[in-house]
C-alpha cells in the first residue's frame, strides 16, 4: 500500500517532455551513471564476455523513471508545484489498484521458441475491480486488501462498510494516505538470493551449460532483444554499453498489433486436477499461438493473465518481421488462423482487435528492470476492440487494416471513441467469404425438413465410411426455396459432422448470369476455399503424432448422431472451413503446382487469367496447357487439399448458369475423389439447358444412380398444410385462427411457391390487411378483386404494387442496381452516379451515403439484403503503401498522434467510400426481373453505358484486372447491353482471341455471337428485307467503316474458332458471312477501309475448303473465283504480307486441280516478293503461322507427283537450311508445317536419321526450351510415332535399343486412335495422312527378325491401317500426294505379306 501510494504520489500530475527520444536518453544515463559495479561482478564479466552474457551490475535499487507507460514521454525532472501548471501542459495520469491473495506463478510454452511466465489468481481480479474504480491520482484497495490493512493498522474512512458491501475502497489521494501501519516489517524471500550467490552458482558451471542457460533465458525475451542481443560482436558488454545500445535502436514505427483474448475461466480453484487442467490449457494455447506466429514470422509481444483476463499479444512491422505486403499476406492471416485453431484444436472461443499504426518500439524502463515494449494510441485501440464491451466474440479491426488488405471481405460496424484519436474509430469485421456468399442460416424456417433430412442421411453415411463420391441434385422451379434449402442444409451437415467429432471441410458457390461465359467460374471461389487447407493434413498429422488433447476429431473419439432425435439440438451459425497459415493464394496455388508437378505455365493461364491471381508474372509467349491438363490438374488439387477430411461437402447452387468446364472440373472430382458429396442446386434442366457433358449427365441418371452414387429431390410447392404453417409464423398467430379463405387466397396467388409466399404474407403484414372474422378467425380485408381478396391475380403484380410504393428516388437506384447484375458493390453503384451526375470529389462521400440511404430503403422492404464488403482481388496489393506520415517538425511530432499512418492509394481505394464498401445482392432473382420488364430499353441502355465507362476506367488504373478475364467479361457485358457495338466488338475481341489461345474456342464463340446479336436481332422483321451475314441490308447501309472492320473481325475470329474445333462447315458459314459483309456495305469502297481486315477471309475459307466443309461443282468453280477475288485485292492493296498469301494460296488451288506445273510457277512470283527476315512475324501475326513460307513445302508435293524427286530434294534442302533457321521457334505448328513433307521426303531417300536429328533440333528441343516437356501443340500427339518411325526406317539392319518399348507401342490397338480425330484431315493437306505413318510403324517391326513371332499380327495391322489412310484421302479429297503414298506403301506391304506366307 505504501509503495502504490509512492507511486502514485510521485508520478501524477508531471509534466511530460517534447522529445521522446532525448529526455528518455538523459534519463537512463543518469541512471546508469548513478549505478554501482562491485568488484566481483567485474571479474565475472571479464570471465564470461565471451559468451555475450548480459551483465546485471546495479547494486542499487531500482529507480523510478518518471514516464508514461503508453507514450513513451519522459518526465521534467523540475518539482513545480501542481497547483501551477500549464492547463495545456500534457500530464501524467496515474492511478492504482491494490489486491492481495494466493496466486500460482507457471511457466508456458516450450524449450525451443519462446516462453512466458504467467501469474494468475484471485489478486488479479481484485486489482482489475479496484483500479476500475479508481480515479486519477487516487489508490483504491480490494477489501482483501482492506481487512489486512485493518489488522496491521488504521484504516480511515467507513472501510467496515466497504468490508460488508464487498467494494474496493479509496486508501490514497496524491500525497494524502488514509491508512497507516503500526508495524510493518519485510518479508524475507529464498527469490532475493544475493548476486553474489548467482554467480558462485553460475561460476561452477561450464561452458556448454552457460550457452544452455542462456538460451532458456532468452525465451523469456522479446525477440528483437534476442536477436539484437546475439548481433552485438563485442567481446566485453557492459551495463552502460546496453543502455547506449538500447537507446540508439528505439524506433517509431509503422505496427500492426494484435490482442487475442481465449475466453476461457482462469480462476484458480484450489482443486489440484482442476488447476493443473487449467495450467495445461493455457500451456496449449501459448503453444499453438506460437507454432501459427512462427510459420508467419511473426513476434509474440506477451501472454499474460491481466485486468482483461487471458490475453495474447503479437505484432508484424517489428525488426525480423517486416514483409511486403504485411498485413495482406501475413498478419490477417495468422489472425484468423489462431482464432479458428483455437477453436477447432482446443474448443476455445475468443475475441481479438486488431490495428495498424505508429508506435514506439525499443526499451521502457530502469537501468535494473527494463523490456521491450510497443507502445502507442493504436496498441491502446486494439485492447479496447478485443475487449468484450466493443467485442462480441469477433475479430475487430481498424481502417487501416481494413484499407491494407484485400483478401477478406470486410462488415463495416459503427464507430467508437478510443483513447488517443480525437475523433471516433471506424471498426470492422472481417467475415469469411463463403458466409457471404452463400447467405445465412435461419433458426425457424418452415418445411422441407424431410428433403434436409435426406441430405444429412447421405452425408452422415458417407462420414462415417471412406466410400466413393456421392452426387445429390437438387431441382427446383424459381420461387420454390431451393437456395434456402441448400443453405440451411449446408450448415446442418457441417454442425452434425462437428458433432460426429469428424473432419468436414464445407466449400460453397452460387453461380450468377454471365458465368456461362466464364471458364472455370466455379473454382475461382472453390478453388481458393481449398486451397486453404493445403496444409491443413500436415499439420494435423503432427498433431496426431504429438497426442495433441485439443484434437477433436480423432478417430477414437467419434460420437454417434440420430438426425431425428438432434434434429432441434443442433447450433446453426454460417462458418468457413478455412485453416491456413501460408501467406497468400498465390503462395498456396504455387505450393499445390510443384506438390502435383503442374507445368509452370499454370501459374501464369491458369492461376493468373482463370482464377484471377495476382501472380507477379507475366506471360512468357508459351503456349497454354491443354484444357484437359488444366482441368485434371484442378481436380486433382481439390481431392489432395481435401483427402485429410472425413467429409467434404461441395454445395454448388444455380449451376443452370455454370460454365462448361467448370462442369467438367466437378466430373473429374466426382469421378476420382473419395468422400466428396457434390450437393447440387439448379433450376429444371428441361427449361434451363446444363453444359454438362452429356455422356456423364447420361451416366448419372442410370448407371450411377442404380451404384447409389446420383441422388435426385425435386422440390414441389408447399401443401395446405406448410402454407398454413407459413401463414401461422409470419404473422405470429395460430394455425387454428386461421380462415380457409385467406390460406387458399394466398396459396393461389403465389402458386404454393415458399419465396412468393412470403411475399405476399409480407406485404398482407405491412399493410395490416388481416381482419377478424365474423367467425371469429382471422381473414382478408375486402378488396376489389375478383382473383384474389389480395387485389393481384399474380405475383408480378404484387412485386409491381411494393416496386409503386416507393419514393421515386429508391426505384432510380434500384433501376441501376438491377443493371449491374444479381449482386453488386456499393463502390461500383457509387462510382457510376459520380459518371452520370458528375458529382465533384469534394461530394463524393456525401453522394455515396445518400445512394447507400437508398439502397438501406430498399432492404427495409425486403427488396436487397446486405452482403458486406468485396473486392476480387488477391495477391500483392502494388496499389496500397503504407508509410509513416513526416511531420514537418519536433513541435508538430509532438502534437501528431503517434497512430497517424499515411496510406497512399490509388484506384478505386482512392474512393472516400472504399474503407466501408459493402456488397448488396437481391433478395431473390424475381426483383431484379420486375424491375428490368418495366425500364425502358433506352434507360436501360443507359444506365449499362454508365456502368460500362466507371468499369473500364478502373480496369484500366489497375493493371491486374487487365489480364484477369472475368474482369474483362464484366466490362464488356455492359458495353454489349449498352448497345454500343464499337466498344463491344473491340473488347470481344480481346477477349475471345485469349479464349482461343487458351482453347476456350466454345466460349469465344459464345462472346462473338454476344456482339453480332447486337446487330443480328436488331431489325423489322420483314421476311422480304435482304439480310447478308444475318444482318438486315437497312442497317449495313447505314454503318461506317470503323463498324464494317468489326464485323468482318468478329466474323473472322468466329470462323477461326469454329474450324480450330473442327467444325468446318459452320467455320465456312462464318467466314462467307464476312465475305457477304464486305461485297454488299457501301462503306467499303471507302478509302478509310483498312483492306487487310478482309484477306484472312479468304484464307480462312481456303482453309475450310481443304477441310471439305464446302461442296464445289466439278470446275471447282467457287475456289478459283475467291482465289482470283483474293490475289485481285491483295495487288490492290500492295502489301507483300497478304499478296505473298494471296499467291501462295493460288498455287494450293492450282495444284488441288491437278494444275501442277502452273502451280509451281506461283513458287516463282513468291520468291520474288518473299524477305522471311522482313515479313514472317507479320505473315504469322495475320495468319497464324508463315502461310507463304509453307508454299514451298506444299511444292515438295507437287515435285512428287510430277514425279520429280530432285527437284522435291532440293526444295527440302532450302527449307531445312534457309527457312527453318530464320523462322521463330517459338512457333512450333509452323516449324511442324514447314517440316512435315520434308521428313517423308528424306525418309524415302535414305535419310530417316538425318531428319530424326532435324525433328530433335528444330522442333523438340525448341519446344522443351519454351514450353517446357509438358506443354502442348495441335501436332504433339504425332511427335513419337515420327520419330519412332524415323528409328526403325533408319535402323532396319542394326539393332535398336527401344525396339521392345517400340513393339509394345505398335500391339496397342488404342494408338492408332488419333486425338483429336481433325489431325488426320488436317495433316492429309500437308502430305501423307498422319494413319499412314502410324501404318508404318507395325510394317517396319514386322520386318525385323527380333519381332519374328509378331510378325503376321504386325503385318495385318499395317496393311488395315494403310487401308484406312488411302480410304481417307480419297473420301476426304486430300491432296493427290497423300493418295499416292497411301496407295504405294499398301500395295508393298501387301506384296511383303504375300511373300511371307508363300515362305511359311
Known sequence: ANCAASIVNNCSDYLVGSNPVGGRRGSMRRDSVRSTRSSFEENFVRRRSSLDMPSDSSSEKDKLVRRTSQRGLTLQRDSSSRSGLDPSAATLNVKCGIGVGRVAGIHVGDDISRREYIILGDPIDQVAKAEAAASHGEVFASPEVIEYLAKIGTVQGDWETALKERRPMRIA??????????????????????ADNVLQRCDNLDYSE?????RMISLYAHPVVVNDDNETTSRFKTESDDLERHLAEAELRNVYTCFISPLIDYKITGDEEKDKQLFNLLNDIMNLARRQLDRACGHLRQFIVDDKGVVLIFTFGLRGSTFPNMIAHHAIPVTLSICESLLEELGVKTTAGATFGKVYCGVVGGSKRHEFAALGPSVNLAARLMSPKTNSGVILVDKNVRLLTSQIFFKPLPAVKAKGYTESVPIFEPVMAGENEWGQTKTNIVGRETEMKEIMRVAKDMALSRIASKFLFVSAASGTGKSTLMVQSTERVRAMVKKMKKRVIVTRNISNDGDSRVPFSLFRSIFRDVLLEVRHEDEYSQNSLQGSKGDSTRADSVVDFSISEQ?????????????STMSTDVTR??????????PTEFVEIVGKRLLGLKTGTSNTGGSPPELAKIVDFMADAFVRCTKHADLVLLALDDVHWMDEMSWKVVQAIFERG?????????????????????????????TYRDDGRYLEISLQPFNEMEVQQMISFTLDIGMNEIDSSFWRNVSTTSGGMPHYLSYALETIKRNNLTIKLDNGLVGLKSSEGDDSKLGFGSVNELLLYRLDALDATVRNALHLAAVLGNDFDL????????????VRKTDRWESAMGLCSLFDIAIDEGILEQSFAVEDVTGDDADCDAVVADSINEEEKMRASLGNVAISLRGRKSHPLYAENRRYRFTHDSWKTSILNIMLDGRKAELHEYVAITLEQEMSEEAHNQDDLKWQLRVFRHWNSSGNFAKASELGLKIGSQMMIMGLNPQAIMIFNDVLDIWTSTGTD????????????????????????????????KGKAFSSLGQGKDGFKAFQSALDILHYAPCASSTDFDRSVTFPIFSGLFVVLKFGAVTQDSEFSYEKNLCKQFVEQARLNNDPV??????????????????????????????????????????????GSDRVGQAFHHSINWNHALGQTDAALATCKYIVDEIVPKSDPKNVHNTICLLYTVFVTMKENGMALEARDIFKLRLVEPFEQYFGSNGSTFSKPLWKPILMLLDLQGNQDKPIDNVDEYLAWALDENNYILKPAMLEGAWGNFGPTPTALLAEIPYFLSRRDDCIKHRSCLLQRAITQMAISLDNAKSQNMILFAQMYAQQKLDTMKAYQKECMCNN
Open 173 to 194: 489521494l496524491r500525497e494524502e494516505k488514509f491508512f497507516e501501519a503500526h508495524q510493518c516489517r519485510r518479508r524475507s524471500s529464498n527469490m532475493s538470493a544475493s
Open 674 to 702: 473419395q468422400n466428396v458429396l457434390s450437393l447440387i442446386g439448379s433450376r429444371p434442366p428441361s427449361a434451363n439447358p446444363l453444359t454438362v457433358d452429356k455422356t456423364f449427365w447420361s451416366e448419372l441418371q442410370s
Open 567 to 579: 434434429w432441434d439440438s443442433l447450433s446453426l451459425r454460417s462458418q468457413s472451413s478455412k485453416n
Open 210 to 214: 552457460l550457452i544452455w542457460l542462456k
Open 1022 to 1053: 420483314c421476311d422480304d428485307e435482304e439480310r447478308y451475314g444475318d444482318i438486315e441490308a437497312s442497317i449495313l447501309d447505314s454503318i461506317d467503316v470503323q463498324e464494317l472492320e468489326y464485323l468482318i473481325k468478329l466474323n473472322i475470329q
Open 827 to 838: 463502390l461500383d453503384a457509387a462510382l457510376t452516379y459520380e459518371q452520370m451526375f458528375r
Open 1138 to 1183: 497478304h499478296y505473298g498469301r494471296a499467291v501462295a494460296m493460288e498455287g494450293e488451288t492450282l495444284a488441288r486441280l491437278g494444275n501442277f506445273e502452273e502451280a509451281l510457277e506461283t513458287l516463282d512470283v513468291i520468291k520474288s516478293i518473299y524477305d522471311i527476315e522482313s515479313q514472317h512475324a507479320a505473315i504469322c501475326k495475320s495468319y
Open 589 to 598: 496455388f504455387r505450393f499445390i503446382c510443384e506438390e502435383l508437378n503442374a
